[in-house]
Each structure stands twice: as structure tokens, then as C-alpha cells.
């Protein structure tokens, strides 16, 4: 499987971006995709997951209100709307695919390449 992530960029605090993460090779529909980031100097973290129907979705506290995953399985493609961004949101974010229907793990089967975002205060 092959995750090409994009949407990226620089923006102000309180500006919003989207971020696309497009499959290839796979069967994307029976996965659970997951959404991460790793800021400078700092581990990587998780920031949110979709089951593999949007039934549940799964967010870190500091994103909750603000981010929103989303997934088009007609597109091969899940999303991450993120509103109300924070200089503390600046990372390079990286979606993860699992095959895993339900859940994304802290060890995902699959990375895409990570786009960078960055909040200007």
C-alpha cells in the first residue's frame, strides 16, 4: 500500500488547512486510517483515526473541536480538517494505514511520506 499525503503549508494561528492522504495498492476500504505528527524535537504522536467506514472516529485531547478525519472510500482517500490551528499544531503530519477495519494502532502496517505544517503566531 502506497500513501501519498498532501496539503500542507504555512498559515497563521486560527487559519485552517486540509490535509489529503491518497491509497494506492490496496484495499482501502478495510482498513482504519490514522492521521500522526511529529513536531521538532519531539516524538512522534498520534492525532487521529477513522474506522473503516467513519463509524468512529478518534482524536488526541489537543485536537478534539478543532481537527475532524474524515475518509472517501469511492476515493481512496481519507482527510484531515484542521480549524482553529495553534503554533503548537506545527509538525510534519503523516497518515498510517492499519488492516485493522476498526482501529489504528501505535504501530501502523503502513506510513505515507509526511507534508509539513507550519502555524505563525
Known amino acids: 500500500v502506497q500513501l501519498q499525503a498532501s496539503g500542507g503549508g504555512l498559515v497563521q494561528a486560527g487559519d485552517s488547512l486540509r490535509l489529503s492522504c491518497a491509497a494506492s495498492?490496496?484495499?482501502?476500504?478495510?482498513?482504519?486510517m490514522g492521521w500522526f505528527r511529529q513536531a521538532p524535537g519531539k516524538e512522534r504522536e498520534f492525532v487521529a483515526a477513522?474506522?473503516?467506514?467513519?463509524?468512529?472516529?478518534y482524536y488526541v485531547d489537543s485536537v478534539k473541536g478543532r481537527f475532524t478525519i474524515s475518509r472517501d472510500n469511492a476515493k481512496n482517500t481519507v482527510y484531515l480538517q484542521m480549524n482553529s490551528l495553534k503554533p503548537e499544531d506545527t509538525a510534519v503530519y503523516y497518515c498510517?494505514?492499519?488492516?485493522?477495519?476498526?482501529?489504528?494502532?501505535?504501530?501502523?502496517?503502513?506510513w505515507g511520506q509526511g507534508t509539513h505544517v507550519t502555524v505563525s503566531s
Open positions: 498510517a494505514a492499519q488492516r485493522n477495519p476498526l482501529v489504528v494502532t501505535a504501530t501502523p502496517d503502513y
Open positions: 495498492g490496496g484495499t482501502f476500504s478495510s482498513y482504519a
Open positions: 477513522i474506522s473503516w467506514n467513519g463509524g468512529n472516529t
